[in-house]
T-cell receptor, first 113, second 111 residues
Framework: EPEVTQTPSHQVTQMGQEVILRCVPI?????FYWYRQILGQKVEFLVS????????KSEIFDDQFSVERPDGSNFTLKIRSTKLEDSAMYFC???????????FGSGTRLTVV | KNEVEQSPQNLTAQEGEFITINCSYS?????LHWLQQHPGGGIVSLFM???GKKKHGRLIATINIQEKHSSLHITASHPRDSAVYIC?????????????FGKGTKLSVIP
């Protein structure tokens, strides 16, 4: 079964440092998403990406965040200057043209110290 | 903005029991997902529904679009069903179809 792959599974970073979270979506999928889940809270939408540009973003996705699809296979989320409150599980997801086939990666647990 | 409510928040069941988890939402949707999250954190899609009912093994999901309500049933529950079950809805109309999530229902099945 095709998978969405996320790396690393766990990252610890100092406050103020930049981090890049990586995702490899399913190869024929067209829509890509980042979600986050702060410990004990519900999953929240960050950003969606289609046709090499952001299609929608939430209020959480401020200037500290950026996304990129640098090489046609990877999909990255960059946090420019991490804050303690950025500590969360970050999930990448992708889907094809149809609404079916929404697939999540296993997540990257980001800990900012 | 869609508000997604799940009940109950926590559920403890004896092995073999029939389990129901409920989800309601406030605004019309194009589809609803039931997801499973294990303690390690990964999310697995169980069902996507836009109408009616779906069954996969011991899991059954139903949706009533008019009532804005969905249920997830587990028959003959087993300890390996212990997980957090999350309802997530996909909006209507043009857009990227991002998901809006409920808080989840933590299920513990005791042998």
């Amino acid at each position: 079964e095709p998978e969405v792959t996320q790396t690393p599974s766990h990252q610890v970073t100092q406050m103020g440092q930049e981090v890049i979270l990586r995702c490899v979506p399913i190869s024929n999928h067209l829509y890509f998403y980042w979600y986050r889940q702060i410990l004990g809270q519900k999953v929240e939408f960050l950003v969606s990406f289609y046709n090499n540009e952001i299609s929608e973003k939430s209020e959480i996705f401020d200037d500290q965040f950026s996304v990129e699809r640098p090489d046609g296979s990877n999909f990255t989320l960059k946090i420019r200057s991490t804050k303690l409150e950025d500590s969360a599980m970050y999930f990448c997801a992708s889907r094809g043209e149809a609404l079916y086939g929404y697939t999540f990666g296993s997540g990257t647990r980001l800990t900012v110290v | 903005k869609n508000e997604v409510e799940q009940s109950p928040q926590n559920l403890t069941a004896q092995e073999g029991e029939f389990i129901t988890i409920n989800c309601s939402y406030s605004v019309g949707i194009s589809a609803l997902h039931w997801l499973q999250q294990h303690p390690g954190g990964g999310i697995v899609s169980l069902f996507m529904l836009s109408s009616g009912k779906k069954k996969h093994g011991r899991l059954i999901a139903t949706i009533n679009i008019q009532e804005k309500h969905s249920s997830l049933h587990i028959t003959a529950s087993h300890p390996r069903d212990s997980a957090v079950y999350i309802c997530a809805v996909m909006g209507k109309g043009a857009g990227s179809y991002q998901l809006t999530f409920g808080k989840g229902t933590k299920l513990s099945v005791i042998p």
